[in-house]
Nanobody, 123 residues
């Protein structure tokens, strides 16, 4: 399995931006599709965005489409989530996850997870 570490979370005002990073180690990073998910207290884990192993294909949840952008730099073993126009409802712990093959919206399809990074958006 690949090991994942998220970074870049923090506190930001509504309308602001953050860029999250998901850095991988272990197995060959280019073998994996990467997904970003988030979970607010007391709520289920929700799909945010995903990217295939080459970076040529991406998928977004409707709630973040047009505001968030997922990208990857395989030379750095890193996937990014650029988050713009943040809203208080974006507040959650954000996780990245990896799986071989194609990406899915269903978090249960993913095999490896990071520890999460907190994003808090104040009104």
């Amino acid at each position: 399995q690949v090991q994942l570490v998220e970074s870049g979370g923090g506190l930001v005002q509504a309308g602001g931006s953050l860029r999250l990073s998901c850095t991988a180690s272990g197995r060959t990073f280019t073998s994996y599709a990467i997904g970003w998910f988030r979970q607010a207290p007391g709520k289920e884990r929700n799909f945010i965005a995903a990217i295939n192993w080459t970076g040529s294909s991406t998928l977004y949840a409707d709630s973040v489409k047009g505001r968030f952008t997922i990208s990857r730099d395989n030379a750095k073993n890193t996937v990014y989530l650029q988050m713009n126009s943040l809203k208080p409802e974006d507040t959650a712990v954000y996780y990245c996850a990896a799986k071989t093959g194609y990406y899915y919206r269903d978090y249960r399809r993913y095999d490896s997870w990071g520890q999460g990074t907190q994003v808090t958006v104040s009104a």
